[in-house]
Nanobody, 121 residues
Framework: VQLQASGGGLVQAGDFLRLSCAAS????????VAWFRQAPGKDREFVAF????????YYANSVEGRFTISRENARNTVYLQMNSLKPEDTAVYYC???????????????WGQGTLVTVSS
């Protein structure tokens, strides 16, 4: 499956963005999907997870209550709604998918190319 992440941009603190992860090549409903992010000079970190059916979701503590992951399998797309953005959310955001449960581990088989989110103070 090929993944294409999009929706990043430059926003101010307190604003919102919605990232999209569009899949092609395979039906995304059979894959669990996660979002990760990597800030400059830092390791890649887990952000959010959603199961193939969408029935299970969970988040990193740093984004819990502000970010929402969802999926629209009919469109082969997973979303990350990011509200109340903070400067510390600045990072390149990546979506990843796998048929095997990976949870918050960065061992997913398929990765998108990343989309840059910059939050100014």
């Amino acid at each position: 499956v090929q993944l294409q992440a999009s929706g990043g941009g430059l926003v101010q603190a307190g604003d919102f963005l919605r990232l999209s992860c569009a899949a092609s090549g395979r039906t995304l409903s059979t894959y669990a999907v996660a979002w990760f992010r990597q800030a400059p000079g830092k390791d890649r970190e887990f952000v959010a997870f959603i199961s193939g059916s969408g029935g299970l979701t969970y988040y990193a503590n740093s984004v819990e209550g502000r970010f929402t992951i969802s999926r629209e399998n009919a469109r082969n797309t997973v979303y990350l709604q990011m509200n109340s953005l903070k400067p510390e959310d600045t990072a390149v955001y990546y979506c990843a998918a796998d048929r095997i449960y990976r949870g918050g581990r960065s061992t997913y088989t398929y990765w998108g190319q990343g989309t840059l989110v910059t939050v100014s103070s």
